[in-house]
């Protein structure tokens, strides 16, 4: 499992996150809409998980192991965050 | 046009028919899944054809509607009435589209489009200043919705372009709640810069699915996308390349027609018909000429060359050749074998004469004869009969376009409509059918526009708010009855009397001895038309007149019943089957007559002094051979002399073998004209086969020319 709640209310993802993990990101993001998603840990993540951060718009902490996630993704959803 | 282009339009047409009908059914009741699904399907077809011809701008298109119903197809958002309004639009710009091609044989290319093109290009490198003086390579990338079943990660293919330069990722629509999230349906739209060569973006791009575009930048010029072989396909183009030059003359016609098919095939299956198309020729001369340099040559310059307009996006669906249960047939080879038939009908008629002139010599073989005549001609009926069946067309090809129509009336008017249509499967000549649309399309419109009466006027008269159309179609032995009605407000008799009076229609007089239902039928008179004002929708200045003509032209009548507060009833009952006589006009005595094309040999105009009497009659000699003339208009009793002109214009015609000349005024048109036979009073005038309709309503009477010439 590489997308998961912590008890502290926070969502973690770590490693690289596939397609498959998607549906649970959302499920997380839909159960708990305030909670801030740590990506520190995570290397790479498929562009389903990526959709899925972009629709959401949580608060994000990074900035995340992965180069190309860092140097690209992350500026790209600072870019299209809501409000 | 070149076969993929005819294939394409045939098939789009189609596919947009399928989808118009099926997206006016989802709007009555949008969660008819599995009429979303068909339409999504033809949706999706057109794209894969668009794509297959290489028409990007239609791709584009067709994709935005696609996404519309593959969000309503996943629940994401219902299928509002607006929304298949954008679909329909979307099928209108794509018929436009087919027009254009059908035309000129060619894709269209608008300036505005090509504009259109280049705005994110240009965005993208306002919004990325800093990076613009080392780009060389831009792309946008829209990858397929369904993409992420396939195993693609579209946004790791990006971010791992070599050279990447600038990179930005926006939803295709606007993000729904996330509560109706998808998360396995692609969204995104991504632009990036490179610095890296158009062909090594093109390489890395390769086997995506879904829309890329890819544009060079550095002089500012927009160059198309390169020409690229996967590299698999360029390994098998070589190795046939290499094989080729190890030909020997044991081996060698064996050695071209292997390696000529391999390249063929690879070509095709990328995606390169034109250059498949090149190698095929290649082969056949290396053939020919009996040496493996054109092929070879030929497969070298494509591993090597650009050939321009051939790109990597389209990859054929490669469909399993399915039974083919119906053949598609060019309308003008079924009308060449209707026309054969009718001159087979001529050939069986003089067989039958020379038959019956055996009978009279007492010929032996009369018997004989005769009979076979009578089993030919039973096979010839036989043979029509199956002939004509293959002209017939389901009356839904001309039905299937009302549903639209109505629709948007009923949005201009401002009345809310229901149309039904019931037994569109109904089955009638395919000259039937096609003529159908127009008249129907004016009884509609009067029928929308003058018979329903406003909402208020409705609540008033205590009817539904939404009013009734209905066209229903039947077969009725040989004959195909089509009913029009709608629940309006009926024909107003006093405005018809008011207004044939005001016309000069009929008089006060013919008013006062006229039944309901003669009344009635006056609205198809010339010049009647009772619209208070001429709206956009109907009064165009083609009046019920031109319905009615348009109908008895083709051996139909037309019949309106209606009955005031209650509605209006147009009846059409046409001929199942029409055979279509040509005949050639003539004048004569100031009249014009119908000359059946099979009966005339030639035309030929000699100087009056040609014409010798032979006792009471006259005659020419023409090419050896004298031939008895007779006045058309004397022989027809339109006029005592003969007119004094220098010269005479003469139809040789035959009958039976007999040749005979016609001295007429001027020669006319050629026509196609469906023949009436002669009904009521005119039963039995001799001379006289037949009567139709000309296209300004005037009968032309049709000469039975053997009669004549008796």
């Not at chain 2, 060389?136 to 791992?160: H, K, M, N, W």
């Amino acid at each position: 499992m590489t997308v998961r709640l912590t008890t502290e209310g926070t969502i973690e993802l770590e490693g690289s996150c596939s397609s498959d993990e998607a549906e649970a990101l959302l499920q997380h993001v839909l159960a708990t809409p305030n909670a801030t998603v740590d990506w520190r840990g995570c290397e790479a993540a498929h562009t389903a998980v990526v959709q899925v951060l972009m629709a959401a718009g949580p608060k994000i902490l990074g900035p995340p192991v992965g180069v190309r996630l860092e140097k690209w993704v992350q500026p790209m959803l600072a870019a299209n965050m809501p409000k | 046009m070149n076969e993929f282009l005819t294939q394409f339009l045939i098939e789009s047409r189609e596919f947009v028919e399928q989808a118009t009908e099926g997206l006016l059914v989802l709007e009555q009741s949008p969660h008819d899944a599995e009429r979303l699904d068909s339409v999504f399907r033809a949706f999706h077809t057109l794209k894969g054809g668009a794509g297959i011809v290489e028409f990007a701008a239609m791709e584009r298109a067709v994709h935005a509607a696609e996404e519309i119903l593959s969000s309503a197809r996943s629940g994401k958002h219902a299928l509002t009435p607006t929304l298949v309004g954008d679909c329909l639009a979307c099928l209108d710009q794509v018929i436009r589209w087919l027009d254009v091609i059908e035309q000129t044989g060619e894709l269209p290319s608008s300036p505005a489009e090509s504009r259109a093109d280049d705005t994110w290009l240009a965005e993208m490198l306002d919004s990325n200043p800093d990076v613009r003086a080392r780009v060389t390579t831009a792309l946008q990338f829209i990858p397929a919705p369904d993409c992420f079943y396939q195993g693609e990660d579209p946004l790791a293919r990006v971010t791992s372009l070599p050279e990447l330069l600038a990179l930005e990722v926006e939803p295709v629509v606007a993000w729904p709640s996330l509560n109706s999230l998808d998360p396995y349906q692609c969204n995104l739209v991504l632009t990036a810069l490179t610095a890296a060569s158009m062909s090594e973006v093109t390489e890395h791009m390769q086997g995506h699915s879904g829309t890329c575009e890819i544009r060079a930048i550095g002089t500012g010029q927009i160059a198309p996308q390169d020409w690229v072989l996967p590299s698999q396909a360029r390994e098998i183009l070589s190795a046939q390349r290499d094989l080729l030059a190890h030909a020997t003359p044991a081996n060698f016609a064996g050695f071209i027609a292997s390696a000529g098919l391999t390249a063929e095939n690879v070509l095709r299956s990328c995606a390169h018909p034109e250059a498949a198309a090149i190698v095929a020729q290649a082969t056949q001369k290396s053939l020919a000429e009996s040496s493996s340099d054109s092929l070879r040559i030929s497969i070298a310059q494509l591993l090597s060359s650009k050939p321009a307009a051939l790109t990597e996006n389209a990859r054929p669906s490669v469909k399993p050749e399915a039974a083919a249960q119906t053949l598609r047939i060019e309308a003008a080879r079924v009308d060449a074998l209707v026309r054969l038939t009718g001159e087979l009908t001529v050939a069986k008629n003089a067989a039958g004469h020379v038959a019956k002139l055996a009978q009279e010599e007492g010929n032996a073989l009369a018997g004989v004869l005769k009979e076979r005549h009578s089993v030919l001609s039973r096979l010839i009926a036989e043979l029509q009969e199956s002939v004509l069946a293959m002209r017939v067309l389901p009356l839904r090809s001309v039905l299937q376009r009302f549903p639209r129509v109505v629709r948007e009336m009923s949005a201009n008017l401002g009345k809310p409509l229901k149309l039904e249509i019931e037994g569109d499967d109904t089955e009638a000549d395919k000259a039937i059918v096609e003529m159908l649309f127009e008249p129907l399309l004016h009884i509609v419109r009067n029928a929308i526009d003058h018979g329903i009466e406003s909402p208020a006027d409705r609540a008033a008269r205590g009817k539904p708010s939404t009013a009734r159309i209905q066209i229903r179609a039947a077969r009725q032995g040989d004959q195909v009855l089509l009913e029009i009605s709608d629940d309006g407000g009926g024909i107003d008799l006093e405005r018809v009397r008011e207004v044939a009076k005001a016309r000069g229609i009929a008089t006060e007089e013919d008013l006062r001895s006229m039944s309901e239902t003669d009344i009635i039928d006056l609205v198809f008179a010339a010049g009647f038309s009772t619209a208070a004002k001429v709206t956009e929708l109907s009064g165009r200045g083609v009046g019920m007149d031109a319905v009615r003509t348009a109908v008895e032209r083709i051996g139909g009548r037309v019949s309106v019943e209606s009955r005031a507060g209650h509605g209006t009833n147009v009846r059409f009952s046409l001929p199942f089957s029409v055979m279509m006589t040509d005949v050639m006009t003539v004048e004569a005595g100031g009249q014009m007559f119908g000359v059946p094309l099979d009966a005339i040999v030639e035309t030929v105009s000699v100087p009056k002094t040609a014409i010798k009497g032979i006792g009471a009659a006259q005659a020419i000699v023409l090419r050896n051979r004298t031939i008895p003339v007779f006045d058309l208009a004397s022989v027809l009793a339109l006029r005592e002399a003969t007119p004094n002109d220098t010269a005479a214009t003469i139809v040789i015609t035959t009958m039976a073998g007999h040749l005979g000349g016609l001295r007429v005024d001027c020669i006319g048109e050629r026509l196609e004209v469906i023949l009436k036979p002669l009904d009521g009073l005119l039963t039995g005038i001799p001379g006289i086969t037949g009567t139709t309709l000309l296209g300004d309503g005037r009968v032309l009477l049709v000469l039975d020319i053997g009669e004549l010439l008796q």
